[in-house]
C-alpha cells in the first residue's frame, strides 16, 4: 500500500501541531504563514479535535 502525498502532508502536519510543536512556535508559524496554517487547521480540525482528545484521556489515565 502506498501512502499518498496528501497522506504524507497530513501525517506530518498533525505530529508536527499536535505532538512537537510549541505554543510559540505555532504562534510564530501563523506568523510567518498565516495562509497556509489557517488551510491545514481548517481541513484537518477534525482530526486535530481528535487527537487532542485522545491525548487528554491518555494524560488522565497515565
Known amino acids: 500500500m502506498m501512502i499518498t502525498d496528501d497522506e504524507m502532508e497530513k ?5 508536527w501541531y499536535c505532538f512537537y510543536a510549541k505554543p510559540k512556535e505555532i504562534e510564530c508559524a501563523m506568523k510567518t504563514h498565516r495562509a497556509k496554517m489557517e488551510r491545514y487547521i481548517e481541513k484537518y480540525y477534525s482530526e486535530i479535535i481528535r487527537v487532542r482528545m485522545l491525548n487528554s ?6
Do not use: A, D, G, P
Open 11 to 15: 501525517q506530518n502536519f498533525l505530529s
Open 57 to 62: 484521556l491518555r494524560e488522565k489515565i497515565f
